[in-house]
Structure formats: C-alpha cells, structure tokens
C-alpha cells in the first residue's frame, strides 16, 4: 500500500471549514483513499473513503486531485467535537486480508 | 446492528502478572478481528489479526500473544507483563478490512 504524509498538527475556528490534506503520490490506479479520526481515549471512527471521484457524506467531504497523488478532507462546519486526530490511509483493492495501517495523522485542534 | 464490546476499560497491573483482554462480536459472523495498540503519545500499532476461528496473524513479535477459540471472540494474553506493555489496547472488528469499527479500548498501566 501507498505511503501517506499528512502536517502533524492543524487549528481550525470553530464554525469554519476545516482542510486536511494528505499527500499519497506513490498511489496506484486500484488504490483507494480512507479517511478515519480518533477522539481522544476512542477508538479510531471511519470517516470516508474513494477512488478517483470526490465523495461526501454526513460527516465531511473528499476531494481527490485528478492525478491522485494528494487529496483533502473538509469538514465543513468544524465544531470543538471535531477536535481528533486524523488518519489518512491508502490501501488497495486487491491488498486481500491485509488490515489497515494507520501512520501518525494529523491531530486537528478546533478552536472556540 | 452490529456491536463489539472490549473489557475491562482500564487495568493496572503489576510487572510480571499476567493478562487477559476480551473482545467479542455482536450481529455478525466470521468478522475479520483486529488488537491494536497506542502507547502514550505514539500512534496506533497493528499486534494481531484473524480472519477466523483459530488464525491468528502476528504483525510484531512481543511479549503478547492472541487467540480466536469462538467466532466472535478474540482474546490478548500475556503471560508475563513488561513495563513497556502499557497502552491503550483497542479491538476492531471489519468484513472487509476497510471499514474497521473499533470498541472502546482498555487502558493497560503495568507497575
């Protein structure tokens, strides 16, 4: 699986967007990017993932560029809840019984 | 709905006891089962997995040991803690192993 480098730390206003960038330019076509955060003393929490295509659901936003080598999660009306640490994660379809390998990721500070 | 239950929620145990974390599965079965451990201020460190009863994958070698005697229960052992087995030890469960959903992890002090 491609390797992910994402900024150690972030801050974000409270009520505003928040942007989490993740470089992954290693990553081949049937790789797949997966987003998870983890609240302190929590277990880590799916967020979302895709392939080549942005996808949204109820928790935030991914959008992959077009060469695939970066992509970004977006929160988009951050709240002090969201404060977590964010796991960018590449792995890919064929990767079989392989589990996910969770790197550092980048612990976001939503501030009031 | 599908539930996965880890217990106990914190322990503290002495250096050169052993141990006993156990995770079980609700609403499913033959899930994949996963340990995970973080230490203090690290990230988070893939120990075990299986992909049935009685399989278990090592991904680090360790003082820890896992086993699967029921479809839907996996077990972290010790025989002998060190102080560096300190942690917070969560157990995730998946179909797919994309979509993990951990329990609510167990926070291990030996002393």
């Known amino acids: 699986d491609a390797k992910t480098t994402q900024p150690p730390s972030m801050d974000c206003a409270e009520g505003r967007a928040a942007n989490l960038p993740c470089n992954h330019s290693t990553i081949s076509g049937n790789e797949y990017v997966y987003w998870y955060r983890q609240i302190h003393s929590q277990g880590p929490q799916y967020i979302i993932h895709?392939?080549?295509n942005n996808e949204t659901n109820e928790m935030a936003s991914l959008i992959i560029t077009e060469d695939r080598k970066s992509s970004t999660l977006i929160l988009p009306h951050a709240t002090l809840r969201d404060t977590a640490v964010y796991y960018c994660i590449v792995r890919g379809s064929n990767s079989g019984n392989t589990p996910l390998v969770f790197g550092k990721g980048t612990r976001l500070s939503v501030i009031a | 709905s599908q539930t996965i239950h880890q217990w106990p929620a914190t322990l503290v145990q002495p250096v050169g006891s052993p141990l006993s974390l156990e995770c079980t599965v609700e609403?499913?079965?033959?899930?994949?089962l996963y340990w995970y451990r973080q230490a203090a201020g690290r990230g988070l460190q893939l120990l075990f997995y299986s992909i049935g009863i009685g399989q278990i994958s090592s991904e680090v070698p360790q003082n820890l040991s896992a086993s699967r005697p029921q479809d839907r229960q996996f077990i972290l052992s010790s025989k002998k803690l060190l102080l560096s087995d300190s942690g917070f030890y969560l157990c995730?469960?998946?179909?797919?192993?994309?979509?993990?959903?951990f329990g609510s992890g167990t926070q291990l002090s030996v002393l």
């Open positions: 895709g392939l080549k």
């Open positions: 995730a469960w998946s179909w797919d192993n994309e979509k993990l959903f």
């Open positions: 609403g499913t079965s033959n899930p994949n």
